[in-house]
């Protein structure tokens, strides 16, 4: 599934570089969102996903830990970059469309 985090955020980049101008402080805050929003999407939970497949397989190992663990961490958190790129192209289509 594309992101539609940063479906969301290129999409009100591209709507207010479309009416405000691309030159103006308001696009350039909304872009720098939309980076960040993409980088944390593909990198930052991406790495949370990974490392919680690991702890998961850790705590499952007998006799390794005697730590008893209710629920299992959610590993599926973050985008691949190609879903992330899919997104984002999404959110500049939409954006020039409206």
């Given at each position: 599934?594309?992101?539609?985090?940063?479906a969301?955020?290129?999409?009100?980049?591209?709507?207010?570089?479309?009416?405000?101008?691309?030159?103006?402080?308001?696009?350039?805050?909304?872009?720098?969102?939309?980076?960040?929003?993409?980088?944390?999407?593909c990198?930052?939970?991406?790495?949370?996903?990974k490392?919680?497949?690991?702890?998961?397989?850790?705590?499952?190992?007998?006799?390794?830990?005697?730590?008893?663990?209710?629920?299992?961490?959610?590993?599926?958190?973050?985008?691949?970059?190609?879903?992330?790129?899919?997104?984002?192209?999404?959110?500049?289509?939409?954006?020039?469309?409206?």
């Open positions: 599934m594309p992101s539609s985090h940063s969301v955020v290129t999409g009100l980049a591209t709507l207010v570089g479309k009416y405000e101008g691309v030159d103006t402080p308001i696009f350039a805050v909304t872009l720098i969102l939309a980076f960040v929003v993409m980088y944390d999407a990198g930052v939970r991406r790495a949370a996903g490392q919680a497949v690991l702890l998961n397989k850790i705590i499952e190992t007998p006799g390794l830990t005697g730590v008893q663990v209710s629920e299992r961490l959610v590993e599926v958190l973050g985008h691949t970059p190609v879903q992330v790129f899919v997104g984002a192209l999404i959110g500049v289509v939409v954006g020039l469309i409206a």
